[in-house]
C-alpha cells in the first residue's frame, strides 16, 4: 500500500522560506515520477512542481527561481524548498506519486493516483 506523508507547512510572513517534506512508503520509489500540487481556497489544485522518473524537474511558471522540487532516494523523501513566498502561494500542498505510461518520463496528470493528506502553506503579507 503507498502511502505519503507530508510535514513542513506553517505560517511566514511574505519573502519567507519553508521546506515541505514528504515521506514515501510502500513502493517501488526510483521508478514513479512525484511531483507537489496546492490548492487555494476557491480554486482548483494545480500542479506547481514535478519531477519525472529521470530526475527531471519542471515547474510552473509563478514559481520559477524560487521553488525547488528535489528527492531523496536514500530516505524515500520528495521535497519542496520555497524561498521568497508571497501571499499567493497561500494554499493546501499535496504532494502525489504515479507511475507514467509505457516508454514516457512524465506523469501526465491522470497518472497521479496517490496522494498525501496536504500540508497548509500561509503566507502573510
Known amino acids: 500500500q503507498v502511502q505519503l506523508v507530508e510535514s513542513g507547512g506553517g505560517s511566514v510572513q511574505a519573502g519567507g522560506s519553508l521546506r515541505l517534506s514528504c515521506a514515501i512508503f510502500g513502493y517501488a520509489y526510483s521508478s514513479y515520477c512525484m511531483a507537489w500540487f496546492r490548492q487555494a481556497p476557491g480554486k482548483e489544485r494545480e500542479g506547481v512542481a514535478a519531477?519525472?522518473?529521470?530526475?527531471?524537474?519542471s515547474y510552473i511558471d509563478s514559481v520559477k527561481g524560487r521553488f525547488t522540487i528535489s528527492k531523496d532516494n536514500t530516505k524515500n523523501t520528495l521535497y519542496l524548498q520555497m524561498h521568497s513566498l508571497k501571499p499567493e502561494d497561500t494554499a493546501m500542498y499535496y504532494c502525489?506519486?504515479?507511475?507514467?505510461?509505457?516508454?514516457?518520463?512524465?506523469?501526465?496528470?491522470?497518472?497521479?493516483?496517490?496522494w498525501g493528506q496536504g500540508t497548509q502553506v500561509t503566507v502573510s503579507s
Open positions: 519531477i519525472a522518473t529521470d530526475g527531471s524537474t
Open positions: 502525489s506519486a504515479g507511475e507514467p505510461s509505457y516508454g514516457h518520463k512524465w506523469c501526465a496528470r491522470r497518472d497521479f493516483n496517490y
